[in-house]
């Protein structure tokens, strides 16, 4: 099975810590993804997923994305996760960014229909809008030289009060619709059981 790596970008530093961006998503986006959307993600991920949500540090800043990737198999897809911050309130809409040389492949267009479906999209590459093709990105640039399946998501704007709002309010729906788009199925919580009468 081909192990699906989620990553919360930013996070632990050595010293120190980076939250990312913040906007009206006052804890910042590591914390967004490591405190709310995982959380939300785990009761819908189905048994033996093969999806792995790491959180455990600042990947970027560790430089170790292609390492990190290789422990869990040399056919691991890496989903790198953030949200967008503009100077412009205005500015909204996510993507799914890949290396320029590349043309979006089956699990970066299920990622931009996930954000369309829930937040809508922006920019565009290789003709598929919500695609952002990159040649700056440091572990854009890692991936493609170590030969790892990467992409990064924006899932919208912490500085647009909407996405913001989207994020904040409908984790747990963001969440679901992200394992269906990972997985194909979900695993259904348990529905509490009532209490008996006396």
């Not at 986006?29 to 033996?48: G, Q, S, T």
């Not at 565009?124 to 990105?137: N, P, V």
Request: net charge neutral; hydrophobic share 35%.
């Amino acid at each position: 099975m081909v192990t699906k790596l989620v990553i919360a970008g930013h996070g632990e530093l050595l010293p120190g810590f980076d939250p990312g961006a913040i906007g009206f998503v006052k804890m910042g986006e590591h914390k967004y993804y490591e405190d709310v959307f995982f959380p939300a993600v785990r009761k819908y991920l189905p048994d033996n997923s093969g999806v792995v949500l790491f959180s455990d540090y600042n990947v970027y800043d560790e430089g170790n994305l292609v390492n990190l990737a290789r422990k869990y198999g040399k056919d691991t897809q890496v989903i790198e996760m953030h949200f967008d911050a503009s100077d412009s309130e205005s500015a909204n809409g996510g993507h799914v960014i890949i290396h320029s040389a590349y043309e979006p492949d089956a699990l970066d267009l299920k990622l931009r229909d996930w954000i369309k479906k829930h937040i809508g999209v922006r920019y565009s590459h290789k003709g598929q809008a919500g695609i952002s093709g990159r040649s700056e990105l440091r572990n854009c640039n890692l991936a493609k030289a170590g030969n790892v399946n990467y992409r990064l998501i924006e899932l919208g704007f912490g500085t647009n009060r909407k996405d913001a709002d989207i994020m904040l309010t409908t984790a747990d729906v963001l969440a679901k619709d992200f394992v269906l788009a990972l997985c194909g199925k979900i695993k259904l919580p348990a529905k509490p059981q009532p209490k008996p009468t006396t």
